[in-house]
């Protein structure tokens, strides 16, 4: 019955434990944000539990290798994803196939290099400081354009990419400023743009770029907050991965924790924090011993979950079944 572990019932449950009876000496609203920093930052680290693990799904789109989780859409899949979600877990499916995953990028790299393509484009004449043309061997990946040459002085006139969030088509600026100064288009190596300065006359200018064939990603990578493709898609694809997901927090009286079995755990995690912000610790030290026991009730739940998997070995994948004579053959199917 759900209506036992609502958040009024787990208010109503801190001030029985904090002897806090009066919303004079602990208001509702702190009662709230004791129980909400309890449920989103103690909960998940301390319990790592069945019911939070889910399916997490986002599309990776054609000739785009790189997929920020920091993006401020709220409507993209991956909006906030380092604070909606605790922890990534394999398997990881790509287009239905289950695929590499890493969270190292000396691993990843180490096995889909990404080698710099140096051509030149032109020559120059210390005077013109615009180009246009078309770089070979396209496409290319974003974030690593290069333009570069010298000037009268020696000094190196250098262009980066700035990729636009979902645009084939990226800005070239000066490194370290956003102020476009010209764009390359990543699929077809066009390129148009004016340096800052006019490169010396006789001296290369030349183009560094990555270029690689698109087809059906084999790999992920998930680092700073990124993941990336390799290779790079050639299309639409789908990706499916596990991950944790934070508890939800309680907002209305009447709402309840994802199992109604947390709300004592969630009362007690939230009164030991209210003991400690008054530095009461021998409270704190009288409630532990059933806060424990809460712990472990939660817990419980997973470990029964759990122990209905088999025991991992060179045989898991194998499929008991009947064969049609009535003894007992292993295998994908009936023999």
Sequence with gaps: DTTLSTLAKIRTKVRRLTRSPSSTQLTDANIDEYVNTFVLYDFPEHLRLFSLRTTFTFFAQPYIDTYETTNTTPTDPLYNFKNKYISIHTPIYIGGYNSFYSQSREQFFGIYPFINFVQQIGTGDGATTAFTGTITNGPVLQNNVLFDSLDANNASI??????????????????????????????????????????????????????????????????????????????????????????????????????????????????????????????VQMIMPEYQKQEVLVLRKTIMQLTNERTATIYTESISSITPGGGWGFGGGLY
């Design 158 to 283: 250098v262009l980066v990419d700035l990729p636009t969030a979902g645009s084939l088509i990226g800005d070239l600026v000066v490194p370290n400023t956003v102020t476009s100064v010209g764009t390359i288009n990543y699929v077809t190596g066009a390129y148009s743009f004016t340096f800052p300065a006019a490169p010396a006359s006789g001296a290369v200018v030349n183009s560094q770029t990555v270029p690689y064939v698109p087809s059906r990603p084999l790999g992920m990578l998930f680092y700073d907050d990124k993941f990336t493709l390799r290779p790079v898609p050639d299309q639409a694809y789908r990706i499916n991965m596990e991950v944790y997901i934070r508890p939800t927090e309680l907002l209305d009286d009447d709402q309840s924790p994802e199992l109604a079995q947390w709300w004592q755990y969630i009362a007690y995690g939230a009164s030991k924090k209210v003991f400690e912000d008054r530095m009461d610790m021998d409270s």
